[in-house]
């Protein structure tokens, strides 16, 4: 599974909030950067972002001096902020629910920065999708709990953990189809379950 760390990009280019906008086009300009982290003010403090889209829709758009606005009237404060241990996937779908595509990846302090662009170039959806690994995983994890249930019995723990194993990833595929998880179907996958639960 690729993880915000295999794909985000370390060398992140920060910025004051007290600086002023023009600093921070400048810095965009010599770094060939979209956006730019605001540093926080304090260990307690949280971090911000300036996009290229905030300075476009909220001075150029409305013809104010970059000069005289600061950082901090145009930034995202606080903003959204990535896990390094979070699939590719869960950050794709996070930056869809909030409407972003890029964000700082943190882990007690600014290690990296992840965007779409980073997703799209440098993860292997293509070649590994992942509703595809989970359908394989969960074949092979009702295998299992099958073979187990034949040789322990069905009121064996450890056939019950292997049940349990296949509804967790019942749950997780359905969610990454974007369906509601059905309530697990014991006589289905195990007709000795029902007796189990009786």
Known sequence: MVKAKDVMTEDVATVRGSATVADAVRLMKLRGLHSLIVERRSDDDAYGIITDTDIASQVVAYGKDPKQVKVYEVMTKPCVVVNPDLAVEYVARLFGQVGIDRAPVIKDELIGIISL???????????????????RVLQEAIDKARSLNASLGAEAQEVQDAWTEVYEIEAELAFCKGQTPAQPNLESLNPAAALVTA
């Open 117 to 135: 662009t980073d997703i799209l170039t440098k993860s292997d959806f293509l070649e590994n999708p992942r509703v595809a690994i989970l359908e």
